[in-house]
């Protein structure tokens, strides 16, 4: 036995005696967190097409010699051990056996974007982070945080991409839903208590490790256009708010959150750099080393070094402010930056020509490889922690209890912006639209005409453009506003019929004139039909206030500056309105 296979020995040991043995090449894939795909039934995917991915699974593991992953695609939780086993046995079988960390985008709600997040699939189904924001209660967040964790160890998951902590400061900015809104005290609250609930007071072995993301905040975006496309690459601080941005980093950082990853977006107009953040010195070695005491891993986002092939469609790096410099030249100023780990590239062979070109020296790559595998020995991952139990998964993810708690969080997540004539009683004649009326009938009598209706429920997502590539479609941006015909469609229901709006508010929805119209006005940030009409009729209480301000018109947002939160000139609801209806008797 090697005395890095050693489990009595310490850490530190371990880790140094395993990186003097790692040739260049073993060390160079360590630096890589790449992307895999997983086959139905749970075995590796060992053949592509390269539509989605360029490399099969054996090639990353065997002969790159990468061992860091995250997991594309909805699975059941059966299926996602089994695969995870057999990975880590595809690993076991190197020449140094150095085990695969695993890790995902977020799971456990309702928004399913291949590039940011999953629908729950078989986890247990919360609200959004805006969803918990809008409670805002940080014990709740930490037995989120807890549930989840509980839920990833048992598939193998040891790396949440998440956190992402940035202030929902432009209104048009895609990636809201993930964030806990605008507050940034609030948002330092929440992170600790999700730092907290996912590695516990400290990293081991029944940890999940957080990649807290996007420093240092991504939400002062140019017009609300996102940084993962061209048109969306600048970061802008016209109300010279950064340090704000800033607050809930400092407080993750504080949490001992394991990971940070920078954005994309290229910062004009200030001191720092105009380069994308996973480039930018200044920000990630002068900022977040130095300034803020950060010690832990650094992992780009993804794709900062090649071009992609997204659903058969090429995509540019992310290179924003240096497009201009080669793969290897990218690689090197990233590494130069600080950072530790490129997220969605396999290309160590660069890493491998930089130390040998003498570039990069190999006592600055040994920097990086000593933290990787120093967070693999802490998670358990060379001994107890190295594979898991494909009936425990099943038993685990989706629990009943985790499936209640979830629940519970959707109903008091639910934000009653105008209560009218809520909660209602009786078994009214429903009318309903994008709500199933199976689930309705149990709370009246479906018709399926509105002249019909005693009253109609009618549930909107907030409105978006549309966007001409695929993957890029999936990143909902644009206006706010509903576009003329169907505003005039929903206000003609509302005319005809008394209604209960619900709207799913992945960003702040422009919407007065259904506010003024409707019976009764109801924010969703992820919740199930039931626990929509549980709370419209009384059998559970809505407890949500809003996580940033209901701009009155797309003039008002395209008028306020990107790094201001709550910036918009008389809003039709303002930040943290929320009312608090009566209820009647819970059911059992």
Not at 4 to 31: H, I, S
Not at 510 to 532: M, N
Not at 552 to 568: G, K, L, Q, Y
Request: proline letters at 7%.
């Amino acid at each position: 036995m090697n005395p890095y296979q050693d489990p009595t020995r310490a850490v530190d040991e371990r880790v140094e005696d395993l990186l003097a043995r790692m040739t260049p090449e073993e060390k160079a894939g360590q630096l890589f967190h790449s992307m895999l795909m997983m086959n139905p039934d749970g075995t590796p995917v060992t053949d592509t097409d390269g539509s989605m991915l360029p490399f099969a699974t054996p090639e990353l593991v065997e002969d790159r010699r990468l061992t860091h992953f995250n997991l594309l695609g909805t699975h059941g939780a059966r299926e996602m051990a089994l695969w995870h086993n057999a990975v880590q046995e595809m690993a076991a079988g190197t020449r140094l056996g150095i085990p695969v960390t695993l890790s995902t985008d977020p799971w456990h709600a309702f928004t399913d974007n291949v590039g940011a997040s999953f629908n729950a699939g078989a986890f247990s189904a919360w609200p959004e982070a805006l969803g918990l924001a809008a409670i805002g209660d940080p014990e709740l967040v930490f037995r989120f945080a807890d549930t989840v964790r509980r839920e990833y160890l048992s598939v193998g998951f040891r790396t949440a991409l998440h956190p992402q902590i940035d202030l929902a400061s432009e209104p048009r900015w895609s990636r809201q839903s993930g964030t806990f809104g605008s507050d940034a005290k609030l948002t330092g609250e929440l992170v600790r208590a999700y730092v907290r609930g996912l590695q516990g007071d400290r990293l081991g072995t029944e940890s999940v490790a957080a990649m807290v993301k996007h420093f240092p905040g991504g939400g002062p975006q140019k017009d609300g256009e996102d940084p993962h496309f061209p048109h969306g690459k600048e970061q802008v601080y016209p109300g010279g708010l950064r340090e704000l941005h800033l607050e809930p980093f400092k407080a993750a950082i504080a949490a001992g959150c394991a990971q940070m990853m920078p954005y994309y977006g290229q910062p004009v107009g200030t001191d720092w750099e105009e380069v994308g953040f996973g480039f930018n010195r200044g920000v990630v070695t002068g900022l977040l080393r130095e300034e803020l005491g950060f010690t832990g891993i650094v992992c780009t986002d993804w794709g900062l070094l090649t071009d992609a092939v997204i659903f058969g469609e090429t995509h540019e790096a992310r290179a924003w402010g240096v497009e201009h410099l080669s793969v290897a030249e990218r690689a090197a100023k990233a590494l130069d930056a600080g950072v530790d780990q490129f997220g969605g590239e396999q290309c160590p062979e660069v890493i491998v020509e930089l130390m040998a070109s003498g570039r990069i020296p190999e006592a600055r790559i040994d920097d990086s490889v000593r933290r990787l595998l120093r967070e693999k020995f802490l998670l358990g991952l060379f001994d107890e922690r190295r594979y898991v139990d494909p009936d425990e998964a099943a038993e685990t993810v989706g629990r009943a209890d985790f499936k209640a708690a979830g629940a519970a969080a959707q109903r008091r997540s639910l934000t009653v912006l105008t209560d009218g004539p809520l909660p209602l009683t009786g078994r009214p004649r429903l009318y309903v639209e994008n709500v199933d009326p199976a689930v309705a009938a149990a709370y009246g009598e479906i018709v399926a005409d509105p002249a019909g209706a005693d009253l109609a429920v009618l549930r909107l997502r907030t409105p978006f453009e549309e966007r001409p590539n695929l993957f890029e479609s999936f990143f909902h941006s644009g206006s706010l506003a509903f576009p003329d015909e169907e505003l005039a469609r929903i206000l003609g229901l509302l005319a005809a019929v008394p209604t209960v709006v619900c709207v799913n508010l992945e960003r702040p929805a422009v919407l007065p004139e259904i506010a003024e119209r409707a019976a009764a006005l109801i924010a969703d940030y992820g919740a199930s039909d039931e626990a929509l009409l549980d709370v419209a009729f009384g059998r559970a209480r809505a407890e949500g206030r809003l996580p940033f301000e209901l701009p009155r018109s797309m003039a008002a947002v395209a008028a306020s500056r990107p790094d201001v939160p709550n910036d918009t000139a008389d809003p039709v609801f303002p930040y943290g309105h929320g009312l608090s209806p009566r209820t009647g008797t819970p059911t059992a």
